[in-house]
């Protein structure tokens, strides 16, 4: 009865494995906590989800354009992307490798301070599926330490793997971290005059553009590739906010007793 009511559609609860009705759902309210999946239920598919979900473009819905920039370059690049944003208006995304991460101790603070996500780009810019599983946790954990000196309590959501190599176990062992892939629709290049061009006569609503904060026109074009997408209509978000809804983990998270998630808040609020 409550699930006809609410009309809970089956592929809400594709995310939930291969139960059709989850056992938290499948009683008649009001909702008791204790009845919910156990935490290694919700684990695993929470593993599963983001494995399976690779992001590789935005929210096509919605006139955006998700840029990328990945590695890390010269200190006052970094400043330059930076500063474009601040003047045109706008989020953007950002994937770290390892590589002397704490000497961008400033620059990961600005970037989380602005709104911009931070991603990680892996602690070595080398191919993951040549890796040992236990050997990308070990680096991970290493990375992921790194990070939590640097801006404590923010929590890593998105991963670039290094030259886009990835395949299903790579994927999987990110999702162990609570890492999401992210791949790109377009290439900008960065190396080359025509750098602008790629991007501003490529995107369409939801692209993601790969980018690169140590590539001269990236960093030097960013103001004005910015600013004519912003003059062709397009808002500049960050994957946080710019993901496709269907890439989202619909997390229910409990808290003294309540539901926090969004998406499921209508469903579950007694
Ligand atoms: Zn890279």
Redesign the pocket.
């Known amino acids: 009865m409550f699930l006809s009511s609410i009309g809970l559609l089956p592929e809400k609860l594709e995310f939930m494995g291969s139960s059709a009705i989850p056992s938290f759902l499948a009683g008649s309210p009001p909702f008791h906590p204790e009845d919910a999946l156990s935490s290694e239920d919700e684990e695993e598919q929470r593993i599963e989800f983001l494995a399976g979900h690779e992001i590789r473009l935005g929210d096509r819905t919605r006139r955006i354009v998700l840029m990328t920039y990945?590695?890390q370059g010269h200190r006052t690049w970094i400043d330059r992307i930076l500063d474009a944003y601040t003047l045109v208006g706008g989020k953007a995304s950002f994937?770290f490798?390892g590589n002397c991460l704490p000497l961008y101790a400033e620059r990961i603070q600005r970037i989380v301070a602005e709104g911009h996500v931070f991603g990680s780009?892996g602690l070595v810019?080398e191919l993951h599926t040549a890796m040992r599983s236990d050997e990308i946790r070990a680096q991970l954990r290493e990375w992921l330490g790194m990070v939590d000196e640097i801006i404590p309590g923010y929590q890593v959501k998105f991963f670039?793997f290094?030259?886009g190599d990835r395949n299903e176990r790579v994927k999987k062992v990110i999702a162990e971290f609570g890492l999401q892939s992210v791949h790109w629709n377009i290439e900008s290049g960065g190396l080359d005059e025509d750098t602008f061009d790629k991007v501003v006569g490529k995107v369409f609503n939801g692209s993601i553009v790969l980018s690169?904060m140590t590539r001269y026109y990236d960093v030097h074009e960013a103001e004005r590739i910015l600013k004519h997408l912003i003059k062709e209509g397009y808002a500049l978000e960050s994957l946080e906010t710019g993901m496709d809804p269907k890439d989202l983990y619909p997390q229910v998270t409990l808290n003294e007793g309540s539901f926090t998630s969004k998406p499921f808040l209508k469903y579950l609020q007694p």
């Open positions: 990945d590695d994937f490798t780009h810019h670039r290094p030259y690169h």
